[in-house]
């Protein structure tokens, strides 16, 4: 690097300046999360501020799962099944497609990929009313297969997929086909596994998006059997008591695994929302 | 296997990998999703009860279920405990065939036109329908029918602490003035007077202003709110609202006494289901009036609210769901009574269980009960829920954005009108 | 002879395979565009023959009744209301996200050391939910009484605590929703931001230095705006329509249909109107007809602003 003169140093010290700052704004309600889920209510609701408690009350979080009335179970391992459903089949389904699209020729590509195109104009929240007409309908209300379903087909990861499968070396297809693999076994055996990078991209994003949606599960999941994490939490500000230490808890509980998947996955969902976010 | 399948191959593990995550996950799938109406040839009725928050409760409902299973072995009362906004997730659930087969909720004209709750007539006896408060069973009708049977019978109260009263040299306030004046006097820096909720009052006391200047909202198939006096009692709330004298921001709404017991508010207006735990926290302390008269032309009031028991017409055994709802809410006096009481405060609605309980005369519940049967108002089942959003718009634009009262009523009743005639149509 | 059914076998073959290609691409898409089909054809088209019905307290259409829905809703002010509410918040949120992400892209990209770190933190809120943000927001960071956070460090400034949520004037409110969102997605687009810096070529600076643009904002303005266009149309893109289906944080802060629904009056999304139309009472005529109006808006907004950006010209960039 070059020599800065002393504007340009004062300038870069200004900048690391606002950049810490800035850091503490944006961690500090991780901060409070974690102060609030370790205190009693008495410690919170007290006008006298506490930084931090001095005797942790880890057992808040025995009192969350032991709670029958807060579902806390029940929300994590039905996030848990939808999110993971939702990874590994709509990888998969779009993954399908969008090798299609762009490596196998057929008359009906065009027509294909256009009404893929058109279904990416829809903005899916505004179809909750008539999908959820129809998933009443068919019986998908209070099921978990009813909160999953809609959130396997997505018409933006068909067109990433497309895009990133037009850019794909042909040279291992030409293996396949020397081996005389159908599509079929070129996709299963060749593709797939060399197309791990952006599947796992891919896949992250949706697990997030999922793990965190809120209107659809919101709708169809009236029954608590079939509560995602998020509308646990939500019950938490629309109840008839709060009880805080449990909310705050609960709040640490869904936030956790994400956080900490966003930490060991980051390079994969960076690489995700650049090829996301460039491609549009 | 050629050296060239070796070289692309290296992930088979992967792939096993991704098809064991998926038969799990489809496994579970289908595990939570397996209904039926047979449980080890026992039929199971699914039964929703939005969530109550006092203590007890919870187990107390489940307790009933297992009753019932006692006396009729070959029925399973499965009960389902429903925090959040039950009305949305109740009335979305009815849509469905896999809705519940009993649940509790408010009756209202358009569950009936759309089928969705099945008449209950047969299950009263002329003396069951004597003993009933008639007021709550005309409620629970619609042309004619019986289509809910009430369970428990609300209302507010408006909690204080005599000490403090005593202190401010104030007296129970009677008017909406007087009420303000008491709110300003007991407004201190570390406690403010008054407690209607984080909105100001705004949705708990929609209905009761008006009311308490003697006017009313639907009546005869009519909608009769579009007067002075309705706007005169919305600008008393806007005043209140500017004195600096309501706490905001609680953890907990109006219907959690946590704010009053804990002394963020001098006075709450609450319900009367909270009396245990304020008289635990407050003893003998304690005050309440019902809501005061707006003014001499005006009248103290509170709303008689509460909760039903409906059936669900749309299930495969209505008939089972009618037998257990007619012993768990006609027959059984020792339930009735225990859900009315022995958790927060309801007045039963059968007179015969409301006179016979010790717990309800004590002073504060005493007086409650009186004040109900002499002021407590209702809103016909014809009144919907977008009546409720229309009034609760207006009464947001006035309360928080200042609009002209005369105005945004108006508007409200346009809606409302509205919304009444398609409802009629 | 020979070669006419070598020929005739030939093009059997090439029938045959092209058959067997059909069918392939037919295999693979039919799963993905089943759902599509399932979960965007089918519910349009249902949705749209309900918001023609009126269908209280029930999903089924039949009951028509021409366009009265959607006159119904475009005379409701709480309606029209709910529009301008979600106009006003997009004209507001989509510049200030635009303008903080890219700035904060800009600043952890020029700096030597550190960049990791601070990438990581102004990230990690897009690992949370709008339902745990809120939550954190009304119930502590924005509390209205004085142990909420930001109450005390005004109160350390002998500022008496203010209620940020439930009043009017001044509207605090929106400081909540806009600070929340922004926490929640900064990050992400500022990703998005990062990815495109990094591939500007050096050479174009080292050639504006020749030419003697040095000053920060000139070099800014004449390339690095330009060669950020194709991050740029997504960002607005992306953010715009995020905006304008806000539900999450305005149901959970202001509160929906179960909770103090007076708050929610000073600030309803279209998608909380139609969530309460539809599903709290139960109108999903009204609440099929609303979910059209806005998909018209959207798809308008979209059209407009690619319009004004040029998707050519974007796609020229890359």
């Known amino acids: 690097m070059r020599a800065r003169t002393l504007g340009q140093k004062l300038q870069l010290a200004l900048r690391y300046a606002i ?15 974690l102060r609030n889920a370790l205190m009693t209510d008495a410690q919170i609701t007290s006008p006298h501020w506490q930084w931090f408690p001095l005797q942790p009350h880890w057992e808040n979080f025995r009192e969350l799962f032991a709670d029958k009335t807060a579902f806390m179970w029940v929300g994590l ?116 596994p060399n197309s791990r990078a952006v599947l796992m991209s891919l896949g992250v994003l949706a697990f997030v998006g999922t793990w965190n949606t809120f209107l659809w599960p919101l709708v169809v999941g009236q029954n608590p059997s079939s509560w995602t994490v998020q509308i646990v939490l939500s019950t938490f500000l629309t109840g008839q008591t709060v009880q805080l230490h449990e909310l705050f808890a609960a709040a640490l509980v869904a936030v956790l695994p994400l956080v900490v998947v966003f930490l060991f996955m980051q390079r994969y969902i960076v690489e995700g929302i650049t090829f996301s976010g460039g491609k549009e | 296997m050629n050296s060239q399948e070796k070289t692309y191959l290296p992930n088979s593990r992967t792939r096993r990998d991704i098809i064991k995550t998926f038969t799990f996950a489809c496994g579970a799938l289908l595990s939570g999703c397996a209904s039926s109406d047979y449980v080890n040839g026992k039929l199971v009725l699914t039964q929703w009860y939005h969530q109550y928050g006092e203590k007890g409760t919870f187990q107390a409902v489940h307790r009933y279920a297992r009753e019932y299973t006692k006396v009729n072995p ?26 519940p087969d009993v649940f509790e909720n408010q009756l209202s004209q358009a569950m009936v036109e759309a089928g969705q709750v099945a008449p209950l007539d047969d299950l009263f006896t002329p003396a069951d329908l004597a003993d009933f408060n008639a007021r709550d069973t005309a409620l629970n009708s619609v042309n004619g029918k019986i289509y809910a ?39 201190t820096s570390s406690r403010k007077g008054l407690y209607l909720g984080n909105d100001g009052g705004i949705s708990a006391l929609l209905n009761v202003l008006p009311w308490s200047a003697n006017t ?21 709330l806007v005043q209140l609202n500017r004195s600096g004298t309501l706490l905001m921001g609680a953890p907990t709404d109006w219907w959690d006494p946590s704010a009053f017991t804990q002394g963020a508010a001098a006075m709450q207006w609450c319900g009367l289901w909270a009396y245990p735990a304020i008289y635990k926290a407050v003893q003998d302390d304690l005050g309440a009036v019902i809501w005061p008269a707006l003014d001499a032309a005006g009248s103290p009031v509170t709303f008689l609210g509460g909760w039903s028991a409906m059936v669900n017409a749309n299930r495969p055994h209505v008939e089972e769901a009618k037998r257990f709802l007619q012993w768990q809410w006609i027959q059984n006096r020792k339930i009735q009574l225990d859900w009315c009481v022995g958790y927060g405060f309801h007045v039963p609605p059968r007179h015969s269980l409301a006179v016979s309980t010790p717990k309800l005369q004590q002073p504060v519940p005493a007086y409650a009960v009186e004040m109900l049967s002499k002021y407590g108002k209702a809103l016909p089942p014809l009144w919907s829920s ?37 409802e009629l149509e | 002879m020979t070669t006419t059914t070598q020929t005739a076998r030939d093009g059997e073959n090439r029938a045959r395979k092209r058959l067997g290609t059909e069918l392939s691409f037919w295999g693979f898409v039919t799963p993905a565009m089943a759902g599509l089909v399932l979960f965007m054809a089918i519910p349009m088209v249902w949705g749209f023959l309900l918001s023609l019905s009126r269908a209280q307290n029930t999903i089924h259409f039949g009951h028509f009744i021409g366009v009265r829905n959607y006159t119904d809703l475009l005379t409701d002010p709480e309606f029209l209301n709910s529009l301008w509410t979600i106009f006003v918040f997009t004209l507001f949120i989509v510049p200030t996200t635009f303008v903080f992400s890219l700035w904060l892209a800009i600043a952890v990209h020029n700096i030597p050391r550190g960049k990791a770190f601070f990438r990581t933190v102004f990230f990690i809120p897009t690992a949370v ?22 109450n005390h460090i005004i109160g350390l400034f002998g500022l008496a605590p203010i209620q940020w949520i439930g009043t009017a004037s001044p509207p605090w409110y929106w400081l909540v929703l806009v600070s929340v969102r922004l926490w929640l997605q900064v990050g992400f687009y500022m990703i998005i931001f990062l990815a495109a810096l990094q591939q500007i070529p050096r050479s174009l600076y080292e050639a504006a230095a020749l030419d003697g643009a040095s000053g920060g904002f000139t070099v800014f303005r004449y390339i690095t705006l330009p060669q950020l266009r194709a991050a740029t149309v997504s960002v607005l893109l992306l953010n715009l329509i995020a905006a304008f289906q806000a539900f999450d944080e305005f149901y959970n802060i202001l509160g929906g249909s179960g909770s103090s629904s007076g708050n929610i009056g000073l600030a309803r999304p279209p998608l909380v109107y139609i969530y309460n139309v539809a599903l709290s009472s139960q109108d999903f005529g009204r609440g099929a007809a609303g979910g059209f109006i806005i998909t018209f808006i959207i798809v308008a907004f979209t059209l407009a602003q690619s319009r004004l950006f040029g998707f050519g010209s974007a796609k020229e960039g890359r």
């Open chain 2, 74 to 99: 070959h029925i399973l009362i499965k009960v389902v405990w429903i925090p959040g906004d039950y009305g949305t997730k109740l009335a979305t659930a009815l849509l469905t065939p896999d809705g």
């Open chain 1, 77 to 192: 391992r039905n996030s848990a099944i939808i999110a993971t459903t939702t990874l590994v089949l709509q990888m998969l389904f779009s993954s399908m497609a969008g090798y299609a699209l762009a490596r196998i020729p057929s008359r009906a590509s065009r027509s294909v990929f256009g009404s893929v195109l058109l279904t990416l104009m829809i903005p899916g929240a505004v179809t909750f009313v008539p999908t959820f007409a129809m998933m009443a309908w068919v019986g998908g209300v209070n099921t978990l297969w009813g909160v999953i379903a809609p959130g396997l087909f997505s018409a933006f990861s068909i067109f990433l997929f497309r895009q990133f499968y037009l850019g794909f070396p042909t040279e291992i297809e030409e293996a396949g086909m020397m081996d005389g693999l159908g599509y079929a076994g070129i996709y299963w055996r060749l593709v797939l």
């Open chain 3, 129 to 150: 939910s709008y339902a745990a943000a809120s939550l954190i927001a009304r119930m502590s960071f924005y509390s209205g009484q004085s142990n909420g956070f930001a």
């Open chain 2, 149 to 187: 049977i009430k369970m428990i019978d609300d209302m507010g109260l408006l909690y204080y602490r005599k000490s403090q009263f005593k202190a401010a040299g104030i007296q129970p306030p009677t008017t909406m003035a007087e009420l303000l004046n008491a709110a300003k006097m007991l407004t």
């Open chain 2, 386 to 422: 977008s009546m409720t959003s229309d009034l609760t718009s207006s009464l947001t634009n006035i309360v928080k954005l200042g609009h002209p009262a005369d105005q945004e009523i108006a508007s409200a009743a346009s809606s409302c009108r509205r919304e009444l005639r398609r």
């Open chain 2, 216 to 236: 009313d909202f639907l009546v005869d198939n009519r909608i009769v709110f579009n007067n002075p006096r309705t706007v005169t009692s919305y600008q008393a």
């Open chain 1, 19 to 33: 950049l810490c700052a800035l850091s503490i704004l944006f961690l500090l309600p991780f901060y409070l999360i």
